[in-house]
Each structure stands twice: as C-alpha cells, then as structure tokens.
C-alpha cells in the first residue's frame, strides 16, 4: 500500500469499505504528520485532535456493526479557518478575529459533517482571504511543502499545504480572485472553483460578496469530483445560492473526451509567462489532443479587463465589510491587508456600479466566444511559487494581470491541476474553464488528464525538504 497520508478519497474510503484500514488510522497518521511537519509548514491555525480522534472512533464503531460508509465517513478534512464551525476558533488569521468562537456551523462543515468526515482542524490563510503572506500578524504564513523558502500562495494558503503535505485528504478554500487555484497550482494539487451559487458560501466570512466561491483542494481531480457531491446543493438561507439541480459531478468522470472541442488560450500568458509555464500548456494541449480532445487556438477579451473590473469590484466590497473595523481600529489588522483594503475607500459609487455592468459585458463577451467550444485551457500561473524574500509586495496586483481572475468575473467554473515541474522542482499548474454550470465536465476533462499523465503524480519528501 502506498503511504497511508497520500492515498487518495476515493482508495482512502474504499479500504475503509473493505475494513484494510480504519478512519482511527487515517486520523492518527495525519495527526502525527502535523505534529511532526507543521512547525515548519505552518499550515494549520487550531487542530481539533479530541475532536477528530473522537469522531474516527465513532465512525469505525459504526462499520464494525455492519454500517456501509460514504465516500466521505471516516476521512480527515481541514477547513479554512474563514470557515465557521460552532464551538471551534475561526480567527480569519487575524488579530481582530483572534479569540472568535462561532455560534453556528458553515454550509459547507455542516454537509461534510453530515456526510461523516473528519475534522482535523483549521488551515491557515492570507488574513481574511487577502493580503499575504504577512509575517505581523498572531499566526506565522503557511509555507510551500515542496520548498519552504517559497510561498504556497494564496489566500487558501494553509488549505494547499497540509493537503500537499499529507496532513489532510482534502481541505476547503475560497476563490475571489484565484484563492483556491493559486495553491492548487503552486501546491501540485487539483483545486476547483465551481459556478457562482452551485455551493453555498453562508457561514464563510466574505471578502467579496459578488466574486467569492467556495471549493475544494484535493490531490486529485476525481477526490474534487466526489467533494463536489457533498458540498453542492441549494441553500435557501444564502441568497447568492441558485436554486437547480444538482450536477452529478462522478458519473461521467470515466467518459472519453474524444471528440471535445478545447480552446487553448495562449494571448493571456505568452508574452509573461516563464518558458516553463509555456512548455508544460503545450504539453497539456498535446496531452488532450491524443485523448481524442479537438484542441484550438481561441481569442478571449482582454485579461487586463478582467483584472482591472475584478479589483475594482473586490476592493469596493471588501472595504465596505471592513470600513467600521478600517476606521475605529486599523491596527488590528496586518499592514497588508490594512493598505490594499483601504484603497476600496477611494472608488466611488459610480465607479463600482460602472465596474458592476462591465463585469456583465465581460462574462457575455466570454460565454459568447466560448459558445462552440466545450473548455478553454491556459495557464493557471506565470512561473512557479515566489521565494518569501521576493514576495513583500503592498499592492502585488498592480503586477501582472491576474490569470484566474475571468473565472470570479464570470462566475464559470474553473479547474485547476498539475501540469508539470519546474526546473527546481516545484510544482506549476494548468487551468481549465468551462461554461456555467457545466461542471461535470470540467472535472471530467481535467479527470482524464490525470490519468494520462500518471507521470506526474509524486509528493514532497517532507522528510528532505529545506526547512527554515
């Protein structure tokens, strides 16, 4: 059997079936992989070790009494801590949220937890899902398995670590601007952004009321998949939930893609990105094509629009949930977020309702050039995981435009996976992005090039990596 913390969901929960192992075990190996590796990685803000042990034994009591589990029962989760669990710390990884004790459960915990996973603890982010990493603030910024000196990025920072590092099988995240594919990329992970509404966001604490998602990071594009089984569904006390039918997101995971036409959208990234970052989309074009896959240069609009319509929305909302907290105590904050967030206090309200009918013109614009394409491909980064020392930015999105941004402006979900490694080994990621509500699909493509790239399915040795 392979190392116990990196099997995945889906071979985690089939040895449960089979009584090969029990969730006691799982849970024991991913708390000693904390204990061990976490001082150094700094994934986690709170451990519910009583907890989850508690919670592995009663589910093992159930299948020694002839209980059939789910995918779900018996497997260790962590949660981002801007993630609301009754009676546990949920800080947002500030010092405002410090001592904060929920009253009530999120959607999203309180389905896995209906479903009978885990709960190892809570994963560190950029504080309040923005502004990071930030070295002020009551908890350390999680780090890179694969190379501590490198950041894990962001804001989903703590959830790509510990899921990486064999801590947890999956651990949730948000995505604003990019949260949850950001760490998938940099982390060697498949983290996926579903369709705007698809997963209910009451109980996460925003950023942006109009451009967060909800997601998983897994190691795997069909462990999104069985997650997506969970944590889907209306929720009638979130108003941005939409109320439909529920994709099956498994059913057609093993179906050939033969005969799917994929956009490759080079303009976005090909004059910035690194020659790595160039060489491994071709090879994941490559990849698709001898699937069977129909693989074709698209021109989309401008991802500088995106960027600058996505910033001007987030910074507009994020300021309006801080404003009293800004004004009557800015030192409660990191000096990180306190700068980026305040600048929402000079956008004007024309300009935010002005930023609001372009992000419509902009996802139209989208939808219609993808109208006779099944998925676009492209890059999810530029080059792989910054160094700490080269990542000190106030306001880092004055940079290069960011390249998952058209998915929180449109709200069409977007799948990150492993593409390939850089030549330092780290990690780099592709992207897939389909149409609204059209989900399956995208996890069924980015299923089918896991398969056919086993090849780059290996995990950090944390027992080498340069610890600091």
Request: proline share 5%; aromatic share 10%; glycine share 8%.
């Given at each position: 059997m392979q190392n116990i913390n990196f099997l995945s969901i889906k071979d985690a929960s089939h040895l449960l079936r089979t009584g090969e192992i029990k969730s006691i075990d799982l849970t024991e190996a991913c708390i000693k992989k904390i204990s061990e590796f976490d001082p150094k990685i700094n994934a986690f803000i709170t451990i519910c070790e009583e907890q989850a042990l508690e919670s592995a034994k009663l589910v093992d009591e159930k299948i020694k009494n002839g209980h059939d589990p789910s995918c779900f029962e018996g497997i260790p989760i962590g949660l981002k801590d801007i993630y609301?669990?009754?009676?546990?710390?949920?800080?947002?990884?500030?010092?405002?949220?410090?001592?904060?004790?929920p009253t009530k459960d999120c959607d999203a915990w309180e389905r896995l937890a209906s479903a009978g996973a885990v709960l190892i603890g809570k994963t560190s982010t950029h504080e309040f899902a923005s502004g990071g990493?930030?070295?002020?603030?009551?908890?350390?910024p999680a780090r890179n398995p694969w190379n501590t000196d490198h950041i894990p990025s962001g804001s989903s920072?703590?959830?790509?670590?510990?899921?990486?590092?064999?801590?947890?099988?999956m651990a949730t995240g948000s995505d604003t601007g990019g949260s949850i594919r950001g760490p998938a990329g940099?982390?060697?992970?498949?983290?996926?952004k579903p369709s705007y509404g698809l997963v209910s966001r009451r109980g996460i604490f925003p950023l942006s009321w109009t451009l967060d998602?909800?997601?998983?990071?897994?190691?795997?594009?069909?462990?999104?998949?069985?997650t997506m089984g969970v944590l889907a569904g209306y929720d009638n006390r979130d108003p941005s939930s939409v109320n439909a039918l529920t994709p099956d997101f498994t059913s057609d995971l093993n179906k050939t893609i033969n005969g799917l036409k994929i956009g490759l959208c080079a303009h976005w990234f090909e004059t910035s990105a690194s020659k790595t970052t160039q060489k491994i989309i071709r090879e994941a074009a490559d990849t698709l094509k001898s699937l069977g896959a129909e693989i074709v240069p698209i021109t989309l609009p401008r991802l500088e629009?995106?960027?600058?319509?996505?910033?001007?929305?987030?910074?507009?909302?994020?300021?309006?949930?801080?404003?009293?907290?800004?004004?009557?105590?800015?030192?409660t904050y990191g000096e990180f977020f306190r700068l980026r967030t305040q600048l929402g206090a000079f956008i004007s309200a024309d300009q935010y309702i002005d930023a609001l009918r372009w992000r419509r013109k902009l996802a139209r614009e989208l939808t219609d050039c993808m109208d006779?394409?099944?998925?676009?491909?492209?890059?999810?980064?530029?080059e792989p995981a910054a160094l700490f020392k080269d990542s000190n930015q106030d306001f880092h999105f004055f940079d290069k435009p960011s390249l998952t941004m058209p998915g929180n402006v449109s709200g069409q979900p977007a799948l990150t996976i492993r593409g390939g490694f850089s030549d330092n080994g780290l990690p780099l990621g592709i992207q897939l992005i389909g149409h609204y509500f059209d989900d399956a699909k995208v996890l069924r493509v980015g299923h089918q090039f896991e398969k056919a790239r086993s090849d780059l399915q290996k995990w950090p040795s944390l027992e080498s990596a340069p610890f600091n």
């Open positions: 609301d669990t009754a009676g546990i710390l949920t800080t947002c990884h500030s010092k405002l949220f410090e001592k904060r004790i990493p930030s070295f002020d603030l009551p908890w350390p920072s703590g959830s790509g670590a510990a899921v990486a590092a064999g801590m947890v099988f940099l982390n060697g992970l498949s983290g996926f998602h909800a997601g998983p990071l897994c190691r795997t594009t069909e462990d999104c998949a069985l629009d995106f960027h600058a319509c996505g910033r001007i929305i987030l910074l507009s909302e994020a300021f309006a949930i801080h404003s009293k907290w800004l004004t009557n105590q800015p030192d006779s394409y099944d998925i676009v491909l492209t890059a999810n980064e530029y």
